[in-house]
């Protein structure tokens, strides 16, 4: 797999070590006090939107797939991510629910995967990849694919401006872009509502602190 260094970059800080300390650091910590958008208002975000066919891409840690609420106790359920520590934790975590597993650059045409989907999860993954929403735009057309008619895509991001952010999150915020952990300084709301608008009748951004919600719907595909 061919990956250039600021794609390489933001995954590269899941290694054990970074996923061992994520959910107390970014899940607990961050999301309320840095970010103003608690890890709750996530999970209610999830547990609306999850179908029992789900795609979760960005799985990080697997919290969010391990502490939501299926329509079923028996979902088909597929991982993927780019760092493979990411998707050992996240495969070890959720087993109950034998999830199939792919590694992939969400940036790159998916071309492994066969299946089709009712929901597609991105949560805190744009913010993770370089260039702009414009760009980032890919993700969704290359996603759009595996989704099936009726199908949402839901997720959150980060975004640095349109949204309220305190001096303390600008700060962590610019040291992780310097570091290319984040990339987001160009990721506005009114960039994000542009970029889904211009793709999709029917979507919806819902903004908590820096973080924006949103959903958008194949069905309505413009
Ligand atoms: C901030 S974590 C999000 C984890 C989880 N979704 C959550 O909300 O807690 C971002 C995840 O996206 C993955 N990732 C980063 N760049 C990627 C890329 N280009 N393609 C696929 N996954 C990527 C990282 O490895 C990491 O697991």
Same mark, same amino acid.
């Given at each position: 797999?061919?990956? /250039? ?25 961050? &999301? ?16 609306? =939107?999850? /179908? ?30 780019? &760092?493979?520590?990411?998707? &050992? ?15 992939? =650059? ?49 997720? /959150? ?66």
């Amino acid at each position: 797999m061919e990956l /250039s260094q600021d794609v390489k970059a933001g995954q590269s800080v899941y290694t054990s070590m970074g996923l061992a300390i994520y959910d107390v650091l970014v899940l607990s910590i961050s &999301n309320s006090y840095i970010w103003k958008c608690p890890t709750r208002k996530i999970l209610e975000h999830f547990n609306k =939107n999850i /179908s029992n066919k789900h795609l979760d891409v960005g799985v990080g840690t697997g919290y969010f797939l391990d502490k939501c609420n299926f329509p079923t106790n028996k979902p088909t359920l597929a991982i993927m991510d780019l &760092n493979t520590n990411s998707l &050992n934790k996240t495969q070890k975590r959720i087993k109950r629910y034998n999830p199939k597993k792919y590694r992939a =650059n969400i940036l790159d045409k998916l071309t492994q995967i066969d299946e089709n989907y009712d929901s597609i999860s991105i949560n805190y993954l744009l913010h993770c990849l370089p260039g702009n929403l414009i760009s980032k735009i890919k993700v969704f057309e290359n996603l759009l694919p595996l989704l099936n008619q009726d199908g949402v895509i839901f997720g /959150s991001t980060i975004l640095s401006d349109g949204v309220k952010k305190s001096t303390t999150a600008s700060k962590l915020m610019s040291i992780y872009n310097k570091k290319k952990i984040f990339c987001n300084m160009e990721d506005t709301l009114e960039n994000l509502d542009a970029i889904l608008a211009s793709r999709f009748k029917n979507y919806s951004i819902e903004v908590v602190g820096c973080v924006a919600l949103f959903k958008v719907q194949k069905q309505e595909l413009c």
